[in-house]
Structure formats: C-alpha cells, structure tokens
C-alpha cells in the first residue's frame, strides 16, 4: 500500500526511458556540444598560422595613352594591359602561434568538462522531476483518502444528529477538517500538473504513467566517510576541471599578449607575369624568394595595454575557481549528509506510518463505542494523513539524494540511472 502506484491505462515511462528522452533532446548538452564543436575549430584556426598560405593575383584591363615629347606630332594609343602573379608565405617563428595552440587545448579541455558537466546536471535534474512528480502523485493519493475519510466521518456525525445521539458541534467541527481536506485535494492536483509540466519540459514529450518504486533498501554513502567523496569531487567535479582549465586558457593568453613583442620570422616566395606597355608592347617574367624578419618596436601602447588586460582576466579566473572550489566542498559535505539523514527518516517515517495508521484505528473504534470524542477521531485521521505524505517525501528523498550526492561529486554515469530504474515496478 505504501510503496505502489495504481496501475495506469498503457504504457508507463520508466525512468531510464525519461533520461534518454531529456539526453536526446536537452538544449543544454545541445549547446554545451556545440560550444565544444567551436573551441576544436579554434584550434584548427590557430594551427593554420604554421601552415604554407598561397595567393593568386590576377588583373586586365584597357589604357589610354597620350604622349608628347618624342617628336612633333603627339602619340595617343589604346593598349591592353595582364598581370598574373602567386605568392606564398610560410611561416618560420612566431611565438604567439604556439601560445595560442596551447590556449586552443586548454579551451577544448573546458569544453569537455562543460559538455560533462551538462549531461550530468540533465541525468540530476531527470531523477528530481521524475521522483517529484511520483511524490507529488502520492500526495494526492493521500489527499483523497483523507477526503474520503473525512466525508464518511462528517456523514456519521450527521447520521448520528438526526437520530439524536450527536451534536452540531461534531457536525460543524467534521465539516470544517472535511473542507479543509478539500482544499489539500485541489492543491494536491495542482501540483502533480506543476510537476507533469516541469517532466514535459525536461523531455519534450507528453508525460505518460510513471512507475513507481517497488521496493526500497534505504542505503547511506558508500564509503561511509567524508574524506574520500572530497577528494572525488575536487578531482572529477566537471565544473572544477572547467575552471581550471579556464584558468590555464587565461594563463596561456598572458603569455599570448607578452609574446607580441617577439619577432617573426617568414620565408616568402612570388612568381609574376605581366604583359601589356605603352611603348614598345612588352613582357615581363618574375620569380623571387625573400626571408624576411619582423621586429615590433612601438604599437601605440596596445601590447602593455593587452598585456594589463590578460593578466586581469586570468586573476578573476583564478579567483573564480577557488570560489568554485570551496562551494564544490560544501555542496559535497551537505549531500553527504542529508544522504546518510535520509536512511534515518526513511525508517522513522516508514514506522510512523504504521504506528500513526493503528492509532486511527483505534479511535475510531473508541469513538464508535463512545470513549472518543470525534475531536480525537479528527485528529487522529489528520495524523495518519500526514504520517502518510511524510513517508513518501522520505522515500523518494533518499532515493534522490543518492544521485545529489554523486552529482556533486562529480561521478554521475547514466550506469547511476540505470541502477536508479531497477527499483521500479515492472522495470527490468
């Protein structure tokens, strides 16, 4: 009773078939993919300054001539006039080339972590919604029982004041919890569409059934110590290596803009042909090859001024990720506990409601036989209700907090879902 779902009309979306329907359609990892698929077009970018770049030139054209000076009679002619050239450049040295190759893998390495980083908070934010909504399902379950609960209570003492052996304060106080039950009940509804509708943005696809937990063995960290989770998470958390490879990225452009003060070195080749002179008509053939050295000696202050600025940059990246860092550690330490709390209040809530569930019973044999009063009998029904929701929002709970915990520390495969989908009803 406490643990299943009623059984829907067709189908019912496990959430192994959720996660795979938020991976394949999430914008995040889309963007997150995307994102990466530039930063290795970077690299390309830069390593195309070390490779040979080959031009084509070519004009024609019609020129008028008019001349004097060469006897009585001025000269005036028409002429056509082609150029044809190539030339190629390739280069020897430049130190900011290799700087900004170093940058582009840096920047891939944070791309990789921002993709890993993606596809980990989708598989977190899966397992929230679809355990939130199954609570928010069991919610209303508890809703409705207790509405119904309390109806047959307010019939009875309606029942009882017609034959004379009630009172209109019985009817009045039963009438007043059944309306409050009420409202719970819409609220309940409410939130399972609140819930439905943050599943349907997360897939894009139409919520079905969902399936329930079957059973459940509460289960703490694993290891029991907190040392350890610290360590994985300051290792593999995707947001810590991003940061750092950030950081690296920003190191790296220092060393860019200090190395726009080095020289460059080039070797460069030209092949012309040419055609077409006023006087006489004459041809002209060119080969060439020429090394040549650039050595930068004022640029207006722009070098010292994008030096500044790198340097700037790379400070509030390293700030950044030791902010990063310290919050990586709590937000590890806070899931490592509330997971070993919720083994605890699994088993609390999972005894309260049957200790909760014998004391409605008994009252209301009290009540019936006149030893309760029906303040009792509400009360007790209230009890039993909240013991009730208490149960679910423990269970789902440590189901959840077992992927917070791997979340924050930076481990969470799709295997984690997998596992996670075994412990449903009907799911294999």
């Known amino acids: 009773m406490l ?132 609570q928010a399902q069991a919610n209303e379950r508890v809703a409705e029982q207790q509405a119904s609960l309390l109806q047959s209570i307010a019939d009875q003492t309606n029942t ?20 409050a039950a009420q409202a719970d009940l819409i609220a309940a509804k409410n939130a399972v569409e609140v819930a439905r509708g943050q599943l349907e943005q997360l897939t894009h696809h139409r919520a079905g059934t969902l399936r329930d937990v079957k059973t459940l063995q509460a289960l703490g960290p694993e290891p029991g110590e907190l040392g350890p989770w610290l360590d994985t998470a300051l290792k593999n958390q995707p947001l810590l290596q991003q940061a750092r490879a950030t950081l690296r990225a920003t190191e790296e452009r220092v060393e860019y803009e200090r190395r726009a003060r080095w020289p460059t070195l080039t070797l460069s080749g030209v092949g012309q042909h040419a055609v077409g002179t006023l006087l006489p008509p004459l041809g002209f053939d060119q080969a060439g090859a020429s090394l040549n050295l650039s050595i930068p000696i004022y640029e207006g202050g ?72 029906i303040v009792d009998l509400l009360t007790a029904a209230t009890n039993y209700a909240a013991a009730q929701r208490n149960y679910y929002l423990a269970l789902y709970t440590q189901i959840v907090t077992r992927v917070q915990l791997k979340a924050a520390a930076g481990i969470l495969a799709p295997q984690d879902i997998e596992s996670l989908n075994g412990l449903l009803d009907g799911s294999n």
């Not at 004041?161 to 919890?177: C, H, N, P, R």
């Not at 500044?308 to 902010?323: P, T, V």
């Not at 609390?348 to 569930?357: E, L």
Request: hydrophobic share 40%.
């Open 3 to 134: 643990l299943g779902l009623t059984a829907g009309a067709g189908r019912a979306d496990d959430l192994q078939s959720v996660y795979r329907q938020a991976v394949d359609t999430s914008p995040v990892i889309a963007q997150a993919r995307a994102q990466l698929d530039s930063e290795v077009a970077g690299k390309s970018l830069a390593r195309a300054d070390l490779h040979p770049h080959v031009n084509g030139f070519a004009s024609g054209g019609m020129n008028t001539g008019y001349v004097t000076g060469f006897g009585p009679t001025p000269i005036s002619t028409g002429y056509h006039s082609d150029l044809f050239s190539v030339s190629l450049t390739q280069l020897l040295f430049n130190g900011q080339t290799l700087a900004a190759l170093k940058e582009a893998d840096s920047r891939i390495e944070a791309g990789e972590a921002a993709l890993a980083y993606a596809q980990q908070s989708v598989a977190l934010q899966v397992t929230q919604v679809y355990f939130g909504m199954l």
């Open 160 to 179: 009882s004041l017609k034959v004379g052996t009630g009172d209109i304060i019985s009817v009045q106080e039963a009438q007043s919890q059944l309306d």
């Open 302 to 373: 722009s070098t010292r001024a994008a030096i500044r600025q790198a340097e700037a940059l790379s400070r509030a990246s390293r700030d950044s990720e030791a902010n990063l860092r310290d919050g990586i550690r709590l937000a590890t330490q806070t899931a490592f506990v509330n997971l070993q709390n919720s083994v605890a209040q699994f088993h609390a809530r999972q005894q309260s409601v049957n200790s909760a569930r014998v004391a409605l019973d008994g009252t209301r044999t009290g009540y019936e036989i006149g030893t309760r009063s």
